[in-house]
Each structure stands twice: as structure tokens, then as C-alpha cells.
């Protein structure tokens, strides 16, 4: 796919189209981190994990760590 940049106030922009914004899980409120390797420009979507999630990661790993102790700790 080729892009033109467009002017957006005193700066250029790309427009990505609704269909590679949903495969990427791309929204507005999404941060982009913009790198480059000296030719290309990369924008990647930076995903924040759920609080939730990292806590139900960490309870799991801690019960599968003691699980002898906690049963002992149950009867």
C-alpha cells in the first residue's frame, strides 16, 4: 500500500484506513511508540496490561509456587 502524507496544522500525517486500525486494535486512545531504523518509519501500538490480568498472572504462579503449603494451610 502506498501512502501521500497529509497536512495536519504545520505538520504532515498518515491516515491508516479503519480495517488495518482494527486488525492492530488501534483506537484513539491508543499510545504508538514511533522508532525508526534509519529507512523505515515503525509505529507500534503500546499495550498497557490489565491490572487484572497481571494480578490473576502473579496469584497464579504463587499458588502453583506453595501449593503443598496452602493445602496444608486449608485442612
Request: no cysteine; glycine share 6%.
Amino acid at each position: 500500500m502506498q501512502k501521500h502524507l497529509t497536512p495536519v496544522g504545520n505538520s504532515l500525517g498518515v491516515l491508516i484506513e479503519k480495517p488495518i486500525l482494527e486488525l492492530l486494535g488501534i483506537t484513539r486512545e491508543t499510545l504508538l511508540d514511533m522508532t525508526t531504523d534509519g529507512e523505515a518509519l515503525i509505529l507500534r501500538p503500546i499495550r498497557q496490561p490489565k491490572v487484572h490480568e497481571t494480578v490473576a498472572e502473579a496469584t497464579s504462579a504463587l499458588m502453583d509456587m506453595h501449593s503443598e503449603t496452602l493445602a496444608k494451610l486449608a485442612q
